[in-house]
């Protein structure tokens, strides 16, 4: 399925934030490695968004709650023949490093780039259209002029206390994303709804289509239920609107 396309929902409000995070990162990761100016221009802007959403609430005791959460659910699995031991106490020993890392006070996710007078100067400018070209902040034309190797490592340190909260929040997606039995489903006249089981809770939905599929799936959930509606666009100047073909699919409902 690796050729597929995934549409993911996220069920709360603590998800919908790691994968906001996690979008920004793989984001980050991708343009840095390039040599344009570009490049180096988009992956500031990503750590600037990463900040952002940093201080916008407590990503990091979020984060710690969520790996003890999955700590306290991998625990209970020993008991459960079917565990391979040996990989459940691997993944315990990475859940528990990271949660001794996040737990240390001097662990302080995004300092280095609030004390960046570059990365401020950018910051200052980045909500005026163009306002980061270069007669508005000639220090940063000058700076972005530079060999490519030395703005990957001013990067690459103003983003490494960053480093523990990606993979926080990598393995912490990974554990949900695979914690379900994907199935197939087919969705009747474009619309499909299917309730939760009230003893479990979903933090994410995930719908898998073929890249060649005419269709595109609109997610909406709740606590009890939730409802894929498949729409199609043949122009892209034209409201989209949902399909009347029956719809094959798979699904995953992640519970952990």
Not at 30 to 43: C, H, I, M, Q
Request: aromatic fraction near 6%; include cysteine.
């Amino acid at each position: 399925m690796t050729d597929d396309i995934i549409y993911e929902q996220p069920l709360n409000e603590r998800v919908r934030t790691f994968l906001r995070l996690e979008y920004l990162f793989d984001a980050l990761n991708y343009r840095v490695t390039g040599s344009s100016e570009w490049d180096t221009r988009d992956a500031m802007t990503s750590l600037l968004n990463i900040t952002d959403l940093l201080s916008r609430s407590d990503i990091k005791s979020e984060l710690i709650k969520e790996l003890e959460r999955h700590a306290s659910t991998l625990e209970g699995l020993r008991r459960n023949p079917g565990v391979d031991p040996q990989r459940l106490d691997s993944i315990l020993e990475r859940i528990n490093g990271l949660l001794v890392k996040l737990k240390d006070k001097a662990c302080q996710p995004g300092q280095l780039i609030r004390q960046s007078e570059l990365m401020n100067s950018v910051k200052q400018r980045s909500s005026i259209p163009g306002g980061s070209c270069s007669f508005d902040l000639p220090g940063f034309h000058h700076w972005l002029n530079r060999p490519h190797n030395d703005r990957v490592m001013v990067i690459n340190h103003l983003g490494s206390d960053l480093q523990v909260i990606q993979e926080g929040i990598s393995l912490s997606l990974h554990m949900i994303r695979n914690s379900t039995v994907p199935t197939s489903e087919e969705a009747e006249n474009g619309f499909f709804q299917k309730p939760f089981d009230s003893n479990l809770s979903c933090h994410l939905v995930r719908v898998v289509i073929p890249p060649e599929s005419r269709f595109y799936p609109e997610i909406s959930g709740g606590k009890h239920r939730f409802t894929i509606r498949f729409m199609e666009q043949p122009d892209s100047s034209a409201r989209p609107l949902q399909c009347r073909d029956n719809v094959r699919f798979v699904l995953h409902c992640c519970i952990l």
